[in-house]
């Protein structure tokens, strides 16, 4: 089998991989222009490792559902996976995705992928890497644009993930239960759950380009016991923090409005600082015995 190492260097996490091409001999090499649904459901043996060339594409629902298929290589020629490419393909664990721009939704939804590195990647679609719960390292290029609804939800191997710019999309990362750290760099927002139920998530760094912090976004993720708000931030909305572990909170100046139930339910909350006397704050946005205090 192919191996990897998962290195960091500064903020951006490098995966490289090793002995790709140790066993590219033994693998059934495709030449012919690919078609839709050509091999899905395949039962062939052969298709136990795969070798793709003079494709530029992977049509929707080709490899989808072959369950003998654990290896893809893919030529540098390919930069799309289209819907559904290799949906359910159970034993898949290695792919090479360095120089694909899209991924499309389902496209590698139930797989057993162990490592993915992203390094061209624009657009995740939804639900593309979802299920995947083997998965326990993302490589997110610095060129992303979206990552898209569902798009690596029930990944419950994760445990870190860096984002360096785009947008995160609804329940992206949803009920990922060991994700322990999350790192985002440009990112200009995060969408409606898109944390929520990470029980284990610990530690996240937000980006200055995140203006609101939208319904449900860290609900339930109850080992969240401190998170550092960046000025910029306008709105905190419905249950954005609901359940969570946070025991000490500072509203910035830049708040405008915080939503009902935003912090309801955090039974480690005590104190809470804000920065603007002029922020409008329901009247069931906090526990009752939280004690709010204006910072001047």
């Known amino acids: ?31 012919h222009t690919l078609r839709y649904r050509e091999y899905e459901d395949n039962d062939d043996k052969e298709l136990l490792s795969i070798r793709i060339e003079a494709n530029d594409t992977i049509p929707s ?6 369950s003998a298929l654990t290896d893809v290589i893919l ?27 899209r991924c499309g939704e389902n496209a590698f939804k139930m797989t057993s992928l162990e490592i993915v590195s992203l390094k061209t990647c624009k657009y995740i679609d939804d639900f593309a890497f979802s299920n995947c719960t083997k998965l326990n390292a993302v490589c997110f290029s610095s060129a992303i644009k979206k990552i898209g609804d569902f798009s690596f939800y029930a990944d419950s191997s994760l445990t870190t993930i860096e984002i360096p710019n785009g947008e995160i999309g609804n329940s992206s990362f949803m009920g990922c239960a060991n994700l322990k750290k999350v790192t985002l760099g440009k990112v200009t927002r995060l969408g409606e759950a898109s944390f929520m139920g990470c029980s284990a998530l610990e530690k996240i760094f937000l980006s200055r380009g995140i203006k609101i912090i939208e319904p449900m976004t860290f609900q339930n993720c109850t080992n969240l016991n401190s998170i550092l708000l960046p000025e910029g931030i306008e709105y905190i909305a419905e249950h954005a923090f609901q359940g969570t572990g946070l025991k000490q909170v500072t509203i910035p100046r830049s708040v405008k409005e915080i939503k009902s139930l935003a912090f309801a339910n955090c039974e480690s909350l005590k104190t809470v600082f804000i920065c603007n006397k002029n922020t409008v704050i329901s009247s069931d946005a906090f526990n009752n015995n939280v004690i709010i205090k204006y910072k001047q």
Do not use: H, P
Not at 15 to 31: F, G, L
């Open 61 to 66: 629902w080709c490899f989808s559902k072959i």
């Open 1 to 31: 089998m192919m191996s990897c190492n998962t290195t960091k260097t500064g903020t951006n996490q490098r995966i490289e991989y090793t002995n790709i091409t140790d066993r590219v001999s033994s693998y059934q090499t495709i030449k």
């Open 75 to 101: 030529s540098d020629q390919v930069s799309i996976i289209e819907d559904n490419a290799f949906y359910a393909c159970k034993n898949l664990k290695f792919i090479n995705l360095d120089n694909v721009i």
